[in-house]
Nanobody, 119 residues
Framework: QVQLVESGGGLVQAGGSLRLACAASGRTDSIYAMGWFRQAPGKEREFVARITWSGTRTYYADSMKGRFTISRDNAKNTVYLQMNSLKPEDTAVYYC????????????WGQGTQVTVSS
């Protein structure tokens, strides 16, 4: 299976930037795509962005387009989420997960990393 560890979260002022990282280990050869999700207290988990493991395709939630960029570094088995122009409503725990097929479910959820955006 795949194990994932998120990092890079923290406290940032509105309008600032953060770069999150998701390091993958285990059976990374089985990964088709990686996704970023977020969940605020009392709210459902929300899709943020997705990238194929090959890095050839990306997809973003509409609210994140133009502000967030997903990328990956094969040498480090790591996927990144560059977040710019952060807003207080971006405050959430951010998670990454692995998709093992083009239409497969997401697995290997990490512990998440807290992002807090102050006004």
């Amino acid at each position: 299976q795949v194990q994932l560890v998120e990092s890079g979260g923290g406290l940032v002022q509105a309008g600032g930037s953060l770069r999150l990282a998701c390091a993958a280990s285990g059976r990374t050869d089985s990964i088709y795509a990686m996704g970023w999700f977020r969940q605020a207290p009392g709210k459902e988990r929300e899709f943020v962005a997705r990238i194929t493991w090959s890095g050839t395709r990306t997809y973003y939630a509409d609210s994140m387009k133009g502000r967030f960029t997903i990328s990956r570094d094969n040498a480090k088995n790591t996927v990144y989420l560059q977040m710019n122009s952060l807003k207080p409503e971006d405050t959430a725990v951010y998670y990454c997960a692995a998709q093992l097929g083009v239409s497969g479910t997401y697995v290997g959820w990490g512990q998440g990393t807290q992002v807090t955006v102050s006004s």
